[in-house]
């Protein structure tokens, strides 16, 4: 049970948890701060958060939960201004999706409040943002990755835990690196692929005509070209290492793409796009067992 | 209205149109042709044609309407094949997703029946297969290209025009050449990337566990991976020149994001990811108006 939640951030992904933790009973007192005014207007007449403060000073003190649900870019800032006026023992979580940055700049300002600290990551989310658009169900059967410090003190990682799952996640441990990979793969890597496909073709000269054509397949395919830049330029960058890896891995087997179509090897083609088909039909089928 | 219709094919795009055209009282009879045994029987059972024939001569024999609804790699043989048993004044049409290397094959292999013949292509589907998954709506509202011929009589394009209609789909007419670069851009390529993304994916050593951490953005962008392996192939050899195209326009601007990436460079990230969004916006937007 979290006594006092400072959320700092309250859109899409803020607002939902505020949301599923009321819903839950697991908090007595949520306080919205943000950079919006508008939007945490609305927080308060949708009854997301009880409050709102606009000082970071004053929407963390007494706080025994702070949830930072900002954009990757700006946490760095926040944790450096939130540190003087954290409680003693106040859990700080974040919800960022990269882990190795925000676990150093956690690292370079949180001096003896460190071992509070809970890098988190829920995997969920939808294309759209601010709290108009938040649901208490959103984290329902979702992944949230935690990965903690070895600073970290284990009360804190279990509370955090405690909050998640209260939010109907399913919670899992990871190291910041490992996380860091596996997201370059399933999340960052292809949200890159989405952008160029979408940005290449609306520079060719006939763009307007070709997106006349686009049918479902380039629907789904291009969704997450819809996400925020600033977002995506903020994780693109806090995980560059990881993601210029995965880029160039992809560039390699898009070579041999381009090859095998240039050359009509027919075999080579069909080899590629079975084995394509076999992994992505047993992702539904794993999801249908669970 | 079709006296006669010979299905050739009767899968997803074939069994649909079939539904369609029976629910409009578009056609009084249709045969169905194909290769496997089993799937033609299902489509007997489930009304979506009236009977079968075993040979392809017996089955488009006095057919006012023929539709060759296979594989795009199996289109120039079947031409061939059923040349000399067309009627008179037979209407030949074709549902293949690449034109150029269709209309090549039926001018080797129609003769003086080639004016009969209107290259079409209906821009829908799902990653499904077979009759099991045919239904009616499929083409309602959807976009239907023809690309008749210089060859072809005006009055057999017409005639295909009217079929499609009645199925509920917006016929447009392109040329064969420009067909295919514009789905080179807004099909053809998206496959590919999405099967290079999960080929390359389920080729690393921990691929299991990144799969188990794709969310619903993956899952969406992937889809089109679950497509069938062998019509890909036979549409991948068939447009290879503006396909071969597409990649490398494509694989230039994956080479500017991968410099972007590695030297940190935020504001051509930001920039590419807006512009990108804002198409990705407006294809919504555009849809929402119709």
């Given at each position: ?103 150093s700049a ?84 292809p ?31 291009t ?34 793409l381009i ?32």
């Amino acid at each position: 049970m979290i006594n006092k939640l400072a959320l700092i951030g309250v859109g899409l992904i803020g607002g939902s948890l505020a949301r599923a933790l009321r819903d839950a009973g697991h908090v007595r007192e949520v306080i919205g701060y943000g950079r919006g005014l508008a939007n945490l207007q609305r927080a308060v007449e949708l009854g997301v958060v009880d409050r709102i403060e606009t000082s970071l000073s004053a929407a963390v003190r007494d706080a025994d939960m702070v949830v930072l649900a900002t954009p990757v870019g700006s946490m760095a800032d926040i944790l450096g201004a939130i540190a003087p006026y954290l409680a003693k023992d106040a859990v700080v979580t974040d919800v960022g999706s990269v882990k190795g940055t925000i676990a150093s700049a956690a690292r370079a300002a949180l001096g003896d409040k460190l071992a509070g600290f809970v890098p988190g990551h829920p995997i969920a989310g939808t294309e759209r943002t601010g709290v108009e658009s938040s649901f208490s169900s959103l984290f329902a059967g979702r992944r949230v990755v935690l990965t903690p410090l070895p600073e970290t003190r284990p009360e804190a990682a279990a509370r955090v835990r405690a909050m998640w799952q209260a939010a109907g996640a399913e919670v899992v441990n990871m190291s910041v690196e490992h996380h860091d990979t596996v997201l370059a793969a399933t999340s960052h890597l292809p949200h890159l692929l989405a952008y160029a496909l979408v940005d290449m073709l609306a520079r060719l000269d006939d763009s307007r005509e070709i997106f006349a054509y686009a049918a479902g397949g380039f629907r789904d395919f291009t969704r997450i070209a819809s996400s925020d830049p600033v977002m995506w330029r903020d994780i693109s960058l806090a995980n560059r290492d990881a993601i210029g890896n995965m880029l160039k891995k992809y560039r390699a087997e898009l070579d041999g793409l381009i090859k095998a179509v240039a050359s009509g090897d027919g075999a080579k083609l069909e080899t590629l796009f079975a084995r394509a088909k076999a992994a992505r039909d047993a992702l539904v089928t794993n999801d249908q067992k669970q």
